[in-house]
């Protein structure tokens, strides 16, 4: 079956534009993850959506940064007012999550490489 | 705040020898330790998981343990080829029944022919 996707896969932008990137999870899986990846760098967590819940935004660098799931399976992350430090390879991800056993594989998307001029 | 530390950033290793990779994490509560492999331009891909009630888990070439009492766990790769060389990730999570990982900053393996 189809993966997650993401688009755009690249988006070059000026400084202080807003930007907004899309995440289509596997069907039926009820958590979302959001990861930005500097280059050379690691995954740092951003928010994370798990049904009908609050999503943990707990990693969100800040208030530009904000994302949204609608109907409990696409999202938006969007960026307002880019600087050239948001730059980077932003993924997302997604899984199954069972209440008892917590943590179940994560199946990333191919990322939007995100370029702030 | 919950935190994942990896060692070390790079590794080289000739082919045919072993690579071990070790992390620790800071959440007692964390019960699910992926880890992660990534090659150039690609996306992440889970190779091996371990959860806290098990010690160690084997999958072909790969295994991982897991310490619980110290809080670390480690990658073990045997007999390393070319293809294994990539960015490998290990992650902690789980607690409070949650899907949330954080992720270590990644060793960078190189396999040399």
């Known amino acids: 079956g189809a993966g997650v996707s993401q688009s755009p896969s690249n988006k070059v932008t000026e400084k202080g534009k807003d930007v907004e990137l899309r995440c289509d999870p596997i069907s039926g899986h009820t958590a979302l993850y959001w990861y930005r990846q500097s280059l050379g760098q690691g995954l740092e967590f951003l928010i994370y959506?798990?049904?009908?819940?609050?999503?943990?935004k707990s990693g969100l660098p800040s208030d530009r940064f904000s994302a949204e799931r609608t109907g409990g399976s696409v999202s938006t992350l969007t960026i307002q007012r880019t600087q050239q430090e948001d730059s980077a390879v932003y993924l997302c991800?997604?899984?199954?999550?069972?209440?008892?056993?917590?943590?179940?594989?994560?199946?990333f998307g191919p990322g939007t490489r995100l370029t702030v001029t | 705040g919950e935190n994942v530390e990896q060692h070390p950033s790079t590794l080289s290793v000739q082919e045919g020898d072993s690579a071990v990779i070790k992390c620790t994490y800071s959440?007692?509560?964390?019960?699910?330790f992926p880890w992660y492999k990534q090659e150039l331009g690609k996306r992440p891909q889970l190779i091996i998981d371990?959860?806290?009630?098990?010690g160690e888990k084997k999958d072909q070439r790969i295994a991982v343990t897991l310490n619980k009492t110290a809080k670390h766990f480690s990658l073990h790769i045997t007999e390393t080829q070319p293809e294994d060389s990539a960015v490998y990730f290990c992650?902690?999570?789980?607690?409070?029944?949650?899907?949330?990982?954080?992720f270590g900053q990644g060793t960078t393996l190189q396999v040399k022919p």
């Open positions: 371990i959860r806290s009630n098990v």
């Open positions: 991800a997604s899984s199954l999550v069972s209440g008892l056993a917590g943590g179940n594989e994560q199946y």
């Open positions: 959506f798990q049904g009908n819940s609050a999503p943990d």
């Open positions: 992650a902690g999570g789980g607690s409070s029944n949650t899907g949330k990982l954080i």
């Open positions: 959440d007692s509560a964390s019960n699910y």
